[in-house]
C-alpha cells in the first residue's frame, strides 16, 4: 500500500475513545472477565475447546482435539455427530420442541412462525425427499433460495444427510451461478419461483433454467412454487415440486452419522485472481465454534429474540441466520426484502413488533439508514435491544455512534465482529461486557492469536497499519479450497507460517484491533466481497470492449463503489449508451452489486512489464494520491 494512504490511516488511528457497557449487560454477560478467559484459553486450548464442545451433543467422542499439520487441521478428530441434531433434535429432547425457530417477515409484514419440532419436521421430510430422488452424502447440492424457512430447510435438509450445500446468493445472475454449479458438479439445484424485493416479485427459477442448460452434472430441479402455479409439471421430469417433495415424504429421517471432519458446506468467496474460490467447512469444529461465538457475542440467552439482517447467501448468513442461533436454540427473526422498502422505518418496526433483543447489521446499511435522518427511528420503541452488532467492513466513528446512540439510545452495546467466509465465525470483536472503541473492531476471540506484521511476518509497532495474521489454527477455519489446494495453502504460507486474511489494521497499546480494510484488490460493495478480475472478465464478454481494469473507489454509503476503465475495439465510439450496455452486460452475468457505476473510456492500461494490471496505479489516480513506486511499470 503507498505511503501516502498509510499516511492518512495513521491521522485515523488517533481516534481512541472508551465507552464502557451498561452495568446490567455485564452483570448478566456469560463472560465478564474477557483477560482471564483469553488467557485461559490460549495457555490450552485444546482444554479451552474440549470444555466448549462437551456443552453439545456427540454420537461418540472425540479422540483428540486437535491434530496440526501446517497447513490442515482436524478438530475433534473421529468424534461423530451432526449439526442438525445439535440445531433441532437436541432442543426438542430437551421440551422445547414448542418454543418458535424462526419468525419470517416480509416487506409487507406477512408473517409466518416455525416451531423447533415443525422445522424439523420439515426438514426430516425434504431429507427423506432428496434421498428419494438418489441424493446421498458426499454429494454437491446447490441451493439459489430468498431469505426464507424454505431455504433453511433446505440447507439442513442436505446437512442431516451429509450433502454438501452450496448456497448461492440469489442476487447473483446467471454466469456467477453457473461458474458455482459447475465447480461443485452440483447433482442437484433447490430453487424458488422468484424471491422479493421492493414489493416485486423478481424471478430465480428462469435464471436456474437458462443456467443449467448444458450442464450435465444437474440431474434435478427442485422448485419451491411460491404461488403453487405447477410449474415443475409444466418442465419435464427433471424439475420437482419442493412442497410435493416434503409432503410425500414425511417421516423420520435419522441424521447421518458424521465424522468431525466430513465436509458440511461449500461456500464461493472472491479473490483478487482467477475464479471465486470454493470455501469448504467441515461439521465439527465449524458447530463448536459458531455456537459459541454466537453464545458469547451476542450473549444469548434462551429467551432471547435475535435478528441478523444478512442473506442466508452469505457466510454471516450460514453462521449466524442458520447454524448458530439454532444450535444456541432460541428464536431468530428473518426478512425477505430491503430495509428502506415499504419506509425507511420497517426494521425498527420490527425491532418494535417482536421485541427484538439482539441485532445484527451491517455498516452499509447503516450509513443509508442514517441519511433519512433519527425522527425515523425515534418513532419506535426500541428498548427490547441489548446488543447490536455489526459486520462486513469497517464501521466508521460516525457512523458507530449513530448506531449507538439512535438505535441503541446509549443503553446497549456495539459488537463490531471482524471474520470471512474462510473463518467461518468471529475472529476479533469485543464481547458484551468488555469496553468498546467506536471504530475499532477490539480483540481477538477466545483461543485466537493475531499480530500485525509487515510482508516477512515482522511485527509492527503499535498504531502501525500492517497485515492482520492469525497465529494459529481454530475450529471452525476454512479446510481448504474446493478443487484448488494450492490456493488454500497460499493463505498459509505467504506471511511466514501464519494465516493470512489478506486484511490491513493496526493494533493500539491496549490491544484493540483497528481494521483498515482489503490488502488485495477485492472490492467491498456494501460489504459484499466482489473480485475485480470477476468484474473485469465480465465487462469484456461486451462484443465491444477489448480489455478493462477495475477498482474500488471510496463511497460514503457502501464503503466502496465500482469504477471500471474500459479500452474499446478500434472504430467503436465511446458513448453514454455503450456504457449502460456494458452495465446491462455485468448485471446479466453477475449481478446487480456487481455493477460499475462509474465507466471510464481509455486508450491504454497501466501495466507491469509481465503483462499484470496496475490497479494501483489507476486507483491512485482516481483518487489524487501519489502513484509510488513505478519502477515495474512498463508504458
Ligand atoms: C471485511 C464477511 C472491518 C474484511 C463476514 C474481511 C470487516 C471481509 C469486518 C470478509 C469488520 C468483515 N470490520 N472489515 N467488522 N467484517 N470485514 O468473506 O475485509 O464476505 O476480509 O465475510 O470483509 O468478507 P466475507
Redesign the pocket.
Known amino acids: 500500500m503507498d505511503k501516502k494512504k498509510l499516511e492518512n490511516l495513521e491521522v485515523h488511528l488517533k481516534v481512541d475513545e472508551k465507552i464502557y457497557p451498561p452495568k446490567e449487560i455485564v452483570e448478566r454477560a456469560w463472560i465478564k472477565d474477557y483477560e482471564t478467559v483469553y488467557k485461559k484459553s490460549i495457555e490450552d486450548r485444546e482444554v479451552f475447546w474440549s470444555e466448549v464442545a462437551k456443552e453439545l451433543e456427540w454420537f461418540e467422542p472425540w479422540d483428540k482435539v486437535l491434530e496440526w499439520e501446517h497447513p490442515y487441521a482436524k478438530w475433534f478428530v473421529n468424534g461423530k455427530t451432526n449439526i442438525t441434531y445439535n440445531a433441532l433434535d437436541r432442543h426438542i429432547k430437551n421440551g422445547k420442541g414448542d418454543k418458535i425457530a424462526y419468525i419470517y417477515v416480509d416487506e409487507e409484514g406477512n408473517e409466518e412462525k416455525i416451531t423447533y419440532k415443525e422445522l424439523l419436521e420439515k426438514v426430516e421430510a425434504l431429507a427423506n425427499g432428496l434421498k428419494s430422488l438418489g441424493l446421498k452424502k458426499g454429494d454437491r447440492v446447490s441451493i439459489y433460495m430468498p431469505n426464507s424457512i424454505e431455504a433453511i430447510a433446505s440447507m439442513l435438509a442436505c446437512a442431516r444427510l451429509g450433502i454438501i450445500h452450496s448456497v448461492v446468493f440469489a442476487g447473483f445472475s446467471e454466469g456467477a451461478l453457473r461458474m458455482r454449479i459447475e465447480d461443485a458438479q452440483a447433482r442437484a439445484v433447490i430453487t424458488a419461483t422468484y424471491t422479493k424485493r421492493r414489493g416485486k416479485k423478481i424471478p430465480l427459477l428462469p435464471t436456474v433454467e437458462k443456467t443449467i442448460d448444458g450442464l450435465d452434472n444437474v440431474e434435478k430441479v427442485i422448485v419451491w412454487d411460491r404461488d403453487k402455479e405447477g410449474v415443475a409439471k409444466d418442465r419435464g421430469n427433471k424439475f420437482v415440486d419442493f412442497n410435493s417433495l416434503i409432503e410425500e415424504n414425511r417421516g423420520n429421517c435419522p441424521p447421518e452419522i458424521m465424522n468431525a471432519e466430513d465436509p458440511l458446506f461449500i461456500l464461493y468467496?472472491s479473490g483478487t485472481t482467477g475464479k471465486p474460490k470454493g470455501?469448504l467447512h467441515t461439521t465439527s469444529g465449524y458447530m463448536v465454534y459458531t455456537y459459541y461465538t454466537a453464545k458469547i457475542v451476542f450473549d444469548l440467552h434462551d429467551e432471547d429474540i435475535y435478528w441478523c439482517t444478512a442473506d442466508i447467501g452469505?457466510?454471516?448468513g450460514h453462521?449466524y441466520i442458520v447454524y448458530a442461533p439454532l444450535v444456541n436454540g432460541i428464536t431468530s427473526v428473518i426478512m425477505e426484502g430491503v430495509p428502506t422498502y415499504p419506509h425507511p422505518g420497517i426494521w425498527w418496526e420490527y425491532v418494535d413488533k417482536y421485541k427484538v433483543n439482539v441485532f445484527y447489521t451491517a455498516?452499509t446499511a447503516i450509513r443509508m439508514l442514517m441519511k433519512y435522518g433519527d425522527e425515523i427511528p425515534a418513532k419506535y420503541d426500541l428498548s427490547s435491544l441489548r446488543i447490536l452488532g455489526?459486520?462486513?467492513?469497517?464501521?466508521n466513528p460516525e457512523a458507530w455512534h449513530w448506531y449507538y446512540e439512535n438505535i441503541g439510545r446509549k443503553r446497549c452495546v456495539i459488537v463490531?465482529?471482524?471474520?470471512?467466509?474462510?473463518?467461518g465465525g468471529h475472529i476479533?470483536?469485543t464481547i458484551p461486557s468488555y469496553p468498546m472503541k467506536p471504530g475499532k473492531?477490539g480483540k481477538p476471540f477466545f483461543g485466537i492469536e493475531v499480530a500485525i506484521v509487515d510482508k516477512n511476518g515482522e511485527e509492527l509497532p503499535p498504531n502501525t497499519v500492517g497485515y492482520l495474521v492469525i497465529k494459529n489454527p481454530w475450529p471452525s477455519m476454512m479446510r481448504n479450497c474446493w478443487g484448488q489446494p494450492e490456493r488454500y495453502k497460499k493463505y498459509w504460507t505467504e506471511i511466514k507460517n501464519y494465516y493470512n486474511?489478506?486484511?490491513l489494521a493496526s493494533i493500539d497499546e491496549e490491544g484493540y484491533i483497528m481494521?483498515?480494510?482489503?490488502a488485495d484488490d477485492?472490492i467491498?460493495v456494501a460489504?459484499?466481497?466482489i473480485g475485480t478480475m470477476e468484474v473485469e472478465s465480465a465487462i469484456v464478454e461486451h462484443p465491444d470492449v477489448v480489455e478493462a481494469a477495475v477498482i474500488g473507489k471510496p463511497d460514503e454509503v457502501k464503503g466502496e463503489r465500482i469504477k471500471a476503465f474500459v479500452i474499446l475495439k478500434e472504430g467503436v465510439k465511446p458513448s453514454d449508451e455503450l456504457k449502460k450496455e456494458i452495465q446491462k452486460t455485468v448485471r446479466e452475468i453477475l449481478g446487480p452489486i456487481a455493477i460499475p457505476e462509474e465507466i471510464e473510456f481509455v486508450e491504454k492500461l497501466p501495466k507491469t512489464r509481465s503483462g499484470k494490471i496496475m490497479r494501483r496505479v489507476l486507483r491512485a489516480k482516481e483518487l489524487g494520491m501519489e502513484i509510488g513506486d513505478l519502477s515495474t511499470l512498463d508504458d
Not at 455489526?390 to 464501521?395: D, N, R
Not at 463490531?416 to 473463518?423: A, G, L, R, S, V
Open positions: 468467496t470455501v452469505w457466510i454471516t453462521s455498516p455489526s459486520v462486513g467492513e469497517p464501521i463490531d465482529t471482524w471474520w470471512q467466509t474462510e473463518t476479533i470483536t473492531a486474511p489478506d486484511d481494521i483498515v480494510g482489503r477485492v467491498s460489504g459484499h466481497r
